[in-house]
């Protein structure tokens, strides 16, 4: 059947056609051109201009729920057809960006992901407001670097723990340098706590901290757990003897350290007997440094001990400690033992002529050690001898470098030294001075040789004069004042006589009179 458009009163135009279409709009008109009811808001939503989904109601269930509905009977077409529509729309929404839970979630596991700064900047920025102190630019332009040396930046214990939580995740700093910043006790254990978690630090320099015996038992403890340092510098922070415990343990079960540095501490007698200990059964360290210490006595004996014991150390600096002659014997003997120290420094131990000689004695018989330094011992010409004489009776000596600064030798020492060198001429001696070097005479002043020659005769100075002044004018000129010298015999050069006569005419008149010569003789 055909259908016809027909206005409606509001100038809309509708289509008339058969029943059955009559019948079918006006079910369409009760599904859909009735008022759907509103949209509820999904949990994610914020405000009501958000997008959010809500749950497809069925247009039948609404309508059979109402009393004045006129349509009481849908087909199951129709009620499927409606949910497949709500579906649709659902899928639509959440491709076009629409919000959701998981959606929500997801962006802020995201923006969590963007956030997080690897290299530990942020990490830092905020350690530091939370240490209230104020953030060092350098460290963070240098956090990615493989070194980090940040030496002399008075960090202090605040500006250390900072550091310290900025690192604790690092992997790019394999060598850390935090020398002289007063960490103190609490900045060090600070540090100490870092390298607990840290595995890549490899080589630590805390030297200048001012740790103390505080900070010395952090740093063992540390070392205990750590194993990635294999180079460690504490010098100069103040480590006494009860340190020493610790260090003990650290150097007996620590197995990946081969540098380590102790230095300029304050360790003494007992600190060098509980170390000494240790280094017998150490088989990893390559390098040790206790210079400028206070090791003594039974103390140099025990470290004497333990190097002669050990096979690992190569290079081991002792310098500086007041090792004394008992030091130096025990020093001997640890050498005729020891197949693997290569060098050893014992500057400035008070070794006298004997204590070198014992010490020689060592030297007889090692076959390994190749630099070996005594500079500044009181050990005269005589020492250096009885070294320099061990080194030629010893046919399989490695030394290479023997160092006698600030000890004079003499002309006995000079020639053996000389045949060495023909058997081994690549040996190197370095001392203060030849006693036999010609030294330039110290200038005397020529009116001293004057004054020598009248007091020798027992003449008075105006005896002296008048011989110079044949006219009795008392004042002679440069002529005559030459020619009295050369007749007295006085042992002067013309140099010295010209210096003389300078010196006597104070007024520059070309001549001298006894008043001036009266002067200069006085003031002598």
Request: aromatic fraction near 6%.
């Amino acid at each position: 059947m055909g259908r016809e458009r027909t206005p409606t009163p509001d100038g809309v135009l509708t289509t008339q056609g058969s029943g059955k279409d009559e019948k079918s709009n006006s079910r369409r008109g009760s599904a859909l051109g009735s008022r759907a009811p509103s949209r509820a808001k999904s949990r994610g939503s914020i405000s009501d201009s958000r997008k959010t989904i809500s749950r497809p109601v069925s247009r039948s269930g609404s309508a059979k729920g109402r009393p004045d509905s006129k349509v009481s009977n849908q087909s199951d077409s129709d009620t499927e057809d409606t949910r497949t529509r709500a579906t649709s729309d659902q899928d639509a929404m959440s491709e076009s960006g629409w919000d959701t839970d998981l959606e929500v979630e997801g962006v802020l596991r995201r923006k969590t992901r963007e956030s997080y700064d690897a290299s530990g900047r942020t990490t830092y920025i905020e350690a530091c407001k939370m240490n209230g102190v104020v953030p060092v630019s350098y460290f963070s332009r240098h956090i990615t670097d493989a070194e980090l040396v940040m030496k002399h930046h008075g960090l202090g214990p605040a500006g250390a723990k900072a550091i310290a939580i900025a690192l604790v995740a690092n992997t790019t700093i394999l060598k850390l340098n935090l020398s002289d910043n007063w960490l103190d006790a609490e900045g060090g254990i600070a540090v100490a706590e870092m390298l607990k978690e840290n595995c890549y630090v490899a080589e630590l320099d805390l030297s200048d901290n001012r740790l103390g015996d505080e900070g010395a038992k952090a740093m063992s403890e540390m070392l205990l757990q750590n194993v990635n340092l294999t180079h460690v510098t504490l010098a100069g922070n103040g480590f006494g003897d009860k340190s020493a415990e610790g260090f003990k343990e650290v150097i007996l079960n620590n197995s990946k350290i081969e540098y380590m540095n102790l230095s300029r501490n304050e360790f003494s007698e007992p600190a060098g007997q509980v170390l000494g200990e240790a280094i017998s059964e150490n088989i990893t360290i390559r390098q040790l440094d206790l210079s400028w210490n206070h090791i003594r006595r039974k103390g140099a004996v025990a470290l004497a001990k333990g190097i002669g014991s050990n096979i690992g150390l190569r290079k081991v600096d002792l310098s500086w400690n007041g090792l004394g002659n008992e030091g130096a014997a025990a020093i001997g003997e640890a050498l005729k033992i020891n197949s693997s120290l290569e060098e050893i420094d014992l500057t400035n131990n008070r070794f006298s002529p004997e204590g070198a000689v014992l010490l020689a004695k060592g030297l007889y018989a090692n076959e390994t050690l190749k630099v070996l330094k005594l500079g500044k011992n009181p050990m005269q010409t005589a020492g250096c001898y009885g070294v320099m004489k061990a080194v030629k009776e010893n046919a399989s000596t490695a030394i290479e470098y023997l160092d006698f600064s600030d000890i004079q030798v003499n002309k006995d020492f000079e020639d053996l030294f000389k045949e060495v060198k023909e058997v081994r001429p690549d040996l190197k001696c370095k001392h203060g001075g030849s006693e036999e070097e010609k030294k330039k005479k110290a200038k005397v002043n020529p009116m001293q040789k004057l004054q020598k020659y009248i007091q020798k005769n027992n003449l008075r100075l105006v005896d002296f004069f008048n011989k110079f002044d044949k006219d009795g004018s008392m004042s002679v000129s440069y002529d005559e004042f030459r020619e009295g010298l050369e007749e007295t015999g006085i042992d002067m050069s013309p140099d010295e006589v010209e210096m003389l006569i300078c010196e006597l005419d104070r007024d520059g008149d070309g001549d001298i009179n006894y008043s001036e010569l009266y002067l200069g003789y006085v003031n002598k």
